[in-house]
């Protein structure tokens, strides 16, 4: 079966220009995470959801970081005026359940590098 | 959150058995324990969950004593492909996980 994909793998962007990351959770499942991860460092979670309500938003760094899941399903993780200091891989993961402490089925990243 | 504290580097041998410790001091009464194995340019991977005693599956045993102020994740006979880095994780009920700098094992031939 599909795994958690996510698109692009890659992505340049100048310094102040707008990204957007997309992540396709497993089917069915109810928890979608989205991660930062610096090279060298262990992911830092960014924000949450169970099915389309965003249940936590505590690690988005700054307000131009926007997380949505407007059915449920896709997401996607907005970056507006990307800075230098955004160049990470972002991981996004699927979870069958709302509950916090099921296996987290992780995609392969996308690597933003900032310009 | 409780934060977790585990050695930054391990080196083992083909064939060996690797225990990986991990110390979460402040854990809270409904968190669980995770490892997560991740492999470059590629997102982590579920080893094996565990509340308290001992949890085995086909790939590794963890160990959680009493107070469950620490946790040791165990493999047996580790190959090369087990290079890799290794995240222990306390995550709460709510969904909100924190990863830490993990371990990265060096398994040598």
């Known amino acids: 079966g599909a795994g958690v994909s996510q698109s692009p793998r890659y992505k340049v962007a100048k310094r102040g220009q707008d990204v957007a990351l997309r992540c396709d959770p497993i089917?069915?499942?109810?928890?979608l995470f989205w991660y930062q991860q610096a090279l060298g460092q262990g992911p830092e979670f960014l924000t949450y959801?169970?099915?389309?309500?965003?249940?936590?938003k505590s690690g988005l760094p700054s307000d131009r970081f926007f997380a949505e899941r407007p059915e449920g399903s896709v997401s996607t993780l907005k970056i507006q005026r990307t800075q230098q200091e955004d160049s990470a891989v972002y991981l996004c993961?699927?979870?069958?359940?709302?509950?916090?402490?099921?296996?987290?089925?992780f995609g392969p990243g996308t690597r933003l590098t900032v310009t | 959150l409780a934060k977790t504290t585990q050695p930054i580097s391990m080196d083992s041998y083909e064939g060996q058995e690797v225990n990986i410790t991990c110390s979460h001091n402040?854990?809270?009464?409904?968190?669980?324990i995770t490892w997560y194995q991740q492999f470059p340019s590629q997102g982590p991977r579920f080893i094996i969950q565990?509340?308290?005693t001992k949890v085995t599956n086909e790939v590794a045993s963890l160990f959680i004593p009493a107070d469950r102020k620490s946790s040791t994740l165990s493999l047996p006979r580790v190959s090369l492909s087990d290079t890799a880095v290794y995240y222990c994780?306390?995550?709460?009920?709510?969904?909100?996980?924190?990863f830490g700098d993990g371990t990265t094992l060096t398994v040598k031939p």
């Open positions: 993961a699927s979870s069958s359940s709302g509950q916090g402490y099921y296996e987290q089925y």
């Open positions: 089917s069915g499942h109810v928890s």
């Open positions: 959801f169970q099915n389309e309500a965003q249940l936590d």
């Open positions: 402040n854990i809270a009464t409904n968190d669980y």
């Open positions: 565990g509340y308290k």
């Open positions: 994780l306390v995550v709460f009920n709510a969904g909100k996980s924190t």
